[in-house]
């Protein structure tokens, strides 16, 4: 794997502070749902008597998604394994499972109170699995050509051509994009979040204020919670792991998105994001003032999918609110014109007549330079021959980064993966955002 794509896998779904379980007490299950503190901050149970994501399917960009999960049965579709091509729901990393479940976890048991639940419960889940380099522009190609409504995009990094082209097939599609604007906290433009058209989300602390490990400076466009949230994990006898990172704020959003399709399916994907931003709740300050938006931290504010579902507001433009790549014009796709009269062309005869010696005298210049710095770099390496043999060898130089999933760490804390605390995380200090 090369150094840039390593850094691309950079990010998005930190998994901090879990604690492991070796004992699970035979009730454990029924807690689940008192532990996820983000469904009461959305007000979860009144959105769901307006809409539940049915017959919308998310596509997640990620590590695959586990099928078998008690909370995910049924609600996985077939998808693409980029990986080894055989099966279509492999998980290595548990990334894409913990997204999948905030998005459409359905619980289980009797009347699937046991468990976990996503945002959009009904919604389908179209797993794409995703380790390699050249993958993610083919994934999410396939996923809108198979007919994604929504396309989760859990994973933060630099620029990447492939990518952006793919990203705005994606939209020509008429799917609504969401990606997260990254883990590393302070302004960073980080890609696909800051690709137009899409929706960059960054991350919601427990206590209603951004969090503290949120990127943002990538077009950020809402925030979602982000801290400490319960998802699926059958690495643990519990079933459950404990997750921050903007990764999880992607997937509210994502799943918002879904609720919004399924109760105004008439909408295209750029006036569903519509919706989203026109219902958002503004973050303010101390004083309870609210700067000028989209703010460069919050964007528009906090994700509230009640109102996005059930307020009445203009539809709006078809291609949304967001900016959108530019066309090419006419004279940036090679049309030169005919005017042979034009001041340009006046402008490149003396060009023509000195270009030649300007670019001569320019390339001996550049020439003795090099070999100067390269002189120096020889004395240098002479000089320091004694003292160390083999500097990159040694362990003294800047690391290359390991092979990782979408949306994890470079390095993973230990323990990362754990399940549930044996107490309940305490509410947010807000009311629910409804």
Sequence with gaps: ?????????????????ALLLGFVPSAFADDIRDRQWALDFFAAEDIWQQATGKEVTVAVVDTGVDKGHPDLKGSVLAGKNYTDGKSDTIDGGRHGTAMASLIAAHGHGAGGKSGMKGLAPEAKIMPITVPTASSYGNGIRYAVDHGADVVNLSYAGPDDQGDREAVQYAISKDAVVVAG????????RNYPAAYPGVVSVGGLGRDGTMWDGSSWGSNTTLVAPAEENITANRRHESGYGITSGTSDATAYVSAAAALVREKHPDLTAGQV?????????????????????PDEKFGYGVVRPFRAVTSDYPAGPKAGPLAQA??????????SGSDSGSSSDDSSGWMFVLGPPIVLFGLIFLVLVGVAVLIVV???RKDGRDRVSDPWGSGAGPAVPPQQYPGQQVQAPTGQFGGPPNSPPPPPNQPPSR
């Design 326 to 335: 530019d066309k090419p014009s006419g004279a940036a796709a090679g049309d």
């Design 273 to 293: 994001i519509n919706r989203l931003i026109k219902s958002a709740k503004p973050l303010t300050d101390a004083k309870g003032n609210a700067p000028k938006l």
């Design 181 to 188: 604007t990254g883990n590393s906290p302070g302004k960073h």
């Design 1 to 17: 794997m090369s150094l840039r794509r390593a850094l691309h896998l950079v990010g998005t779904g930190a998994l901090t502070g």
């Design 378 to 380: 020889l004395v240098k």
